[in-house]
């Protein structure tokens, strides 16, 4: 039986006893009007019975009222054989418990003689012994025993027929309870199969993604390349669901847990709104994040988790906003030593939810209207599965809203609290004045915290033109914030009348991630200091500030205005690359080299930022997280198809070796460096790449540098092509490692300090991957650690994590644990020796 049958088998049975009451409120009205004293007891263990119910000519025979006997307040229970001697009653209650009427009379002074006659009948119900007493005086009452025997039998009835009723409906709730139980533990069995069979589920798909990935890097026609793109687009849509309900299922069966790992709030906020924002600023909507300079930053938690539970929220207050602004708030709601309690929002301006159905939305495949799955899409998983955690992280979830006003969703998280760091706040720019000018009061009052919080005094203005009125009569300013997008006058108007009055003020320019094109090249040509691209995050805002006024607080002259007009041998550079050492390498030898260097974490993120600014050189990683370098570069073509321009892009991979030129022709790539990066050849390569130049696809000289950077490569062997020609490979080359980075103490200490700090989240990360089998994770790390260890000339290390990158690659984890034991050996190794590259970093040449 289901619980359905179950439930209407008990509303069935709540009906029969419903109707049986209703009969017993007749025998009631009966009873109320016979000439005859009507009491039932409750019999007690030791005598101590009590009074549950009388008629009213019972309590007349002892000369009260029915209320005032019934009533326990203020006088001694009646007892049952009241109206008996004393020397009597014992032989009387031992025949009743025996299960026997008793019959008798008694006489008793009540105002004058009063004779009795009474009759005692015991029964049981729910396991609890009950005696019903008829009394009547005798005179006058002996022409009406046959009604008296005639009510006895209704009253005999009326208590088989309750007797009978009470087993039927404890019959049916236990059976009801069997049924639910039956179905709870069938729900649990099918949430705890979807759970085991995450593995089997997971690993075709990633078997028909991998492979997928694997074809597109071979020679394909346009029309292949097209169909297999779209397979893998579909393929991650439905790894997506497939996780979603996964995930669902594991929290159905209890086997869903959080992993807590220290991370930085602050950045894990502003990473998951810029994934967001230009989504956001397509629909024509603010996005903005505040984060009070009392939250702690540095926290203990499961930052992934999080994220998913505020990517989740934010994708909703999109999905429904049309206008205004979506704002994600981060409170303090608790903080200890080593404990702390956040309260999240998300407030939109959307269309808001019926306060019917706020309850609802909370609930699994449930939305708060049916046709809602069929205008915005979506499974109604998302906030149930957020629900869930939410409670995991102890804390507690809900919505406030009004239909057409728009949303806002609260929840709670109890986090632990890392060791206590201080957020910068350099001293050097304490009391700086600053203008801000942003339409958007939420952007401009986020700005001025920011600002205040960082020590400058902030002015915030609505509009361009209440800007210009304020530098000419509340001046001067360090440099000014300006939204690009303002009516009447927006900020790149009034660059240009600051142009014409020729002012030295300094001017951040504050961009969308969807703006018009052009934007960033339009702040070149006006000589803006800088942008900022919205949601404004503080540690960005802080490093354009000190980019800006340097170190001592005096504000920089723009660069624009100030430049002269001769060639310039220095480019506008987007590297891609996700490693946080060679980010580091990489922007080292570029900045000595004069370049500006935009950095992108990831393929997605640089593709994003090259359809927004200008750039003359791309340098483009190859594995990356959420888009690798060939997908990368294939979008950027795609953007330049429609642009009608070309930018060279250049591949770096430890890959390097005879062979890879066609592949990187073939993914739309100019050319292609080795890992780790060897400063010398990267110059030259991006000499000889420059706008100045003519692209490597057009000009067969441009091989010679693909060619001679083999060469080089093969003279002097990377940790990945080298060959073992001694017993015991050298652990850390330390005069390549110090070569590599020009024997520069500042920068050999700060790599060797990011990579000890880096390293621990990977190997956790790896960990993760291992456990969950996701072989592209496992690809993936172990490809990362690898060239992060590379740069050091570590070439057991490298090795060590070259052998994890194959197996992930291969989906071959037999020996997985085996492996990664020696990847974690061989890094306990290097610590050491990375030290002692400090060391020797700092010793005098000779």
Known sequence: MTRNEAAAELAACQAELATLYERTASYRLMMAHSFEGYALFELGEHGDDRLVQCNDRYAALLGRSREELLSPVGRRPLQLFWHAPAEEQPRWRSQLLGGQPTLGSSSRIQGGRLELEWRVIPFHSGGQAFALEVAREVSGWRSAEREVAEQREAIATLQQEMEAAALQYQQAIEYANQMALAAEIANASKSEFLANMSHEIRTPMNGIIGMTELALDTDLSTEQREYL???????DALLTLINDILDFSKIEAGKLELDPIEFGLRQLLSETTSTLAVRCFEKGIELACRIPPEVPDKLVGDPGRLRQIITNLIGNAVKFTHEGEVLLGADL????????ALHFSVRDSGIGIPKDKQRLIFEAFSQADGSTTRKYGGTGLGLAICTQLVELMGGEIWV??????????????????????????PAALAGLKVLVADDNSTQAEIAAELLGDLGLDPLVVSGGAAALQMIESSGPFAFAILDAQMPGLDGFAVVERLNEMDSPLSVLMLLTPAGPRGDAARCRELGVSGYLTKPLARAELLNAIETLVGTDGEARPSNSRARPAETRAHYRILLAEDNAVNQKVALRILDKAGHQTTVASNGQIAVELYEQGEFEIVLMDVQMPEMNGYEATAAIRAIEAARGTHVPVVAMTAHAMKGDRENCLQAGMDDYISKPIDAEA???????????VESAADDDE??????????????????????????????LDFAVALQRFDSDPELVAELVDLFLTETPGMLDELRQGIAGRDMKA?????????????NFAAQPAFEAAHRIERMGRAGELDDIETALTALLDELERLEPALQELIE???????
């Open 682 to 692: 990267l110059l030259r390569l991006i000499a000889t790449l420059g706008p100045e």
């Open 778 to 790: 496992v690809e993936r790390i172990g490809h990362t650690i690898k060239g992060a260890v590379g």
């Open 400 to 425: 406030e809203s009004e239909l057409g006003e728009g949303s806002t969703f609260h929840f709670t998280a109890h986090l632990g609290r890392a060791a206590a760091s201080e957020l910068p706040r």
């Open 229 to 235: 793109t779209l397979v893998r687009s579909s393929a």
């Open 333 to 340: 709601e608790y903080v200890s030593d080593d404990k702390v």
């Open 702 to 731: 441009s091989g010679a540098v693909m060619v001679e950077q083999m060469h080089a490569t093969e003279t002097v062997p990377d940790a990945e092509t080298a060959v073992e020609v001694e017993d015991e490979p050298v652990l």
């Open 840 to 846: 020797r970093s700092t010793a005098p040449v000779t």
